[in-house]
């Protein structure tokens, strides 16, 4: 299997740049299976979701909350560097991306920056041949509330607003750690969990702190080059 296999057009106007006024609004694609192949496939409204449920059935919430983890700097040269976090992996350290002309070296230290002009260093302290580790002066999620910009997908080509803070989070995001949403989810609103609830069966939840699988570099052409 190819990479190229999983090739396909998608018009960039098909690409929706912000969400409908309801969560319930998508569209939900059923895969039925008949027994013989083709599957068939009918299109329906995310509200029907509840009609395609039978008892017994369990619905697993993931309450992650997406974190603002992408962070923008200058290395001490100068130039421009753009971190999003991978990973925390200790009160006051983090796995990353760089974007950047040249990435920083280790032992290299970048000023993050924010609007208001407050800057804190972080100190390259890792390389794993994927993602680079980096430590921060204090704790990773407290410096993130206070200069971290919501890592909203590549695809989106608006800067994070005020509805994306709101709609890039699922309806019972509480534990903060996720640096992509659960973007299943992101179609429940609470009617329809509290319907699932009364007449079906309680929902767990799980957290999850989802890396940034969806906008992640692919290291390989073939699925059995592919590392895990």
């Avoid at 760089?98 to 800057?119: F, L, Y």
């Avoid at 804190?120 to 390389?127: A, D, L, N, Q, T």
């Amino acid at each position: 299997m190819k990479l190229s296999d999983f090739n396909y057009d998608l018009p960039p106007n098909l690409i929706a740049q912000h969400p409908l006024a309801n969560r319930t609004d998508s569209r939900l694609l059923e895969v039925r299976a008949t027994g013989t192949n083709p599957v068939q496939l009918l299109d329906r409204q995310f509200t029907e979701i509840l009609d395609l449920i039978r008892p017994g059935d369990l619905l697993v919430l993931n309450d992650t909350k997406v974190i603002p983890a992408r962070l923008h700097g200058k290395k001490e040269t100068g130039g421009n560097v753009e971190l999003l976090i991978e990973r925390i992996s200790g009160d006051k350290q983090a796995w990353v991306q760089i974007r950047a002309s040249k990435v920083p070296k280790t032992g290299s230290i970048v000023h993050i920056h924010n609007k208001m002009g407050e800057t804190f260093p972080v100190e390259m302290i890792g390389y794993d041949g994927r993602f680079y580790e980096v430590r921060f002066p204090e704790n990773v999620f407290e410096l993130l509330e206070r200069f971290g910009e919501l890592p909203l997908p590549p695809y989106i080509e608006h800067l994070p607003d005020t509805e994306d803070a709101q709609r890039y989070q699922t309806v019972v995001a509480k534990n903060p750690g996720a640096v992509a949403a659960p973007t299943a989810g992101l179609h429940f609103d609470e009617a329809i969990i509290a319907c699932w609830r009364r007449h079906l069966y309680p929902c767990p939840r799980r957290r999850s702190e989802q890396a940034s699988d969806a906008s992640r570099m692919v290291f390989c052409t073939r699925s059995n080059d592919c590392r895990n």
